[in-house]
């Protein structure tokens, strides 16, 4: 009797796992997670998001596919920006993704849809974030992060604070003051346009601002290029200088060099993200002033674009309700207050958020969130998706973007010189041979920290332009 019974109990387990797994509830042993990797501190999100959901389910969440800081762990979740690294590859349950690929993931099939009624909060989103994951009822996505380019300067510069338009910034700036990767004082624009993806959203971002055109037209041969969108990033070229733009920041994630520069006085305005804010001193925090970067030359009258990053359920989970569960407790606001605020002495991460809610708090702590707030509510934005053609696009045409805003650059650069510089009648023999490839030698010539980094360098009139 006690074997029969035993083996009754067995077989009444087994057919309720196997209907458990069937219906994908809690038969997990873990959920994989991926998490947006570019943000300052992403072990404080692994941190905030496993205390939030040990308040609610006692199975473990793996992170193991999400990229570490210093992508030691690659090949790794990366936001979605490889074309290889799908959810699948990864076995992710919950996957957090850059929406430029909203409608290519959606279109595959690789996003869980999911009622009105399983968001929970979803009166709690700004409007932009909220209808750009939804087709009608139907919600493919939670929203978790914002951003846009942001100009950044120092309060008491007037010319920048009244700019309104591209124009109004060049005047504000000049052109070609400066050669150098880094400026070597409070002078110019930095700006990072080094990427092949990042020069294709600045483009689409510029094309939109001069015509309002939404969803984007993705032109798919140099001829349909906007020559005026082109004109335009070339005009941000010469506001920084050739090495400033094109120079690849540091493989770290987090690194966020030009605001680093621009806190140390380096550059008269910088562009970037908000999150960029947190490598800034606190003395620059408290004198800072920044807003959206407008790319027209003339008043923009269309919505602003703001980039977003968003939650995911893929459909291949086992365990689908845990997985949507997971997902709320991602984008939940208690979640991303903890995964921004100041934390262990490190400022806050200044990441933008999507909820008013989490604004509001962090904005107890720090006024700059009420400002970064008033960019949300000011600039009535759209999300940023490209069509589900997004990633044949992008690999058929930023490489060419990349190049035409590289072309015809009208300010030199600085080389390093071929032998060290001790004086003013050392420079023109060796700064007029280390410039002969490059249109020859402009007069200038530095030994100084930080146009001068590891030695003598000569300005020349042209570039390299690669």
Sequence with gaps: MIDKFIKFVTILALS?????SAMGVASAQSLKVGLYPYVPRIEQFKTALIEAWQEVSDIPLDFSATCNSDFSNSPCWDGGYSQENSPDRFNLDVFVFDALFFDEYKSAGQLTPMSAGE??????????????????????????????????????D???ASATNL???????????????????????TINMSGGTTNAALYLDTVHSLNGT??????????????????????????????????????????????????NGWGRATIGYTESMSVMSQGTRDNLDFKVMPLSRVDESYPAVFYADVIAVNPNTQNRDLAVQ????????????NSFKAEGGEPPQYLMATRPSVFDALGLEDPIYDKMFAL???????????????????DAMKGTIQEAAREDYVCGCDYSAIQPIFNNTDAPLICNE?????????????????????????????????
């Design 376 to 394: 949300v509510e000011d600039n009535d934005p759209i999300m940023f998706k490209l069509n589900s053609d997004s990633r044949e696009w992008l």
């Design 326 to 337: 997971l997902a709320n407790v991602m984008a939940a606001s208690d979640t991303i207050v």
């Design 167 to 189: 124009t109004d910034i060049e005047s504000a700036l000049g052109t070609c003051t400066y050669t150098s990767e880094i400026p070597p004082d409070r002078r110019g624009l």
């Design 158 to 160: 007037y010319e920048l």
């Design 119 to 156: 968001i929970e909060g979803r009166d709690d989103f700004v409007d932009y974030a909220k209808e750009g994951v939804k087709v009608g009822e139907t919600y493919y996505a939670i929203p978790q992060l914002g951003c846009a380019n942001i100009l950044f300067y120092d309060a008491s």
């Design 434 to 466: 280390t410039c002969s490839p490059y249109g020859g030698w402009n007069g200038q010539w530095t030994n100084d920290y930080p146009a001068a980094r590891e030695g003598s360098v000569c300005g020349c009139h042209t570039c390299a332009v690669n």
């Design 16 to 20: 309720l796992t196997v209907s458990l």
């Design 214 to 263: 939404y969803p984007f037209p993705l032109p798919w041969d140099e001829l349909e290029l906007d020559p005026e969108a082109i004109d335009n990033m070339r005009e941000l070229l010469t506001m920084a200088s050739y090495e400033n733009a094109t120079d690849s920041e540091k493989p770290k994630i987090g690194s966020y060099e030009r605001a680093e520069w621009f806190s």
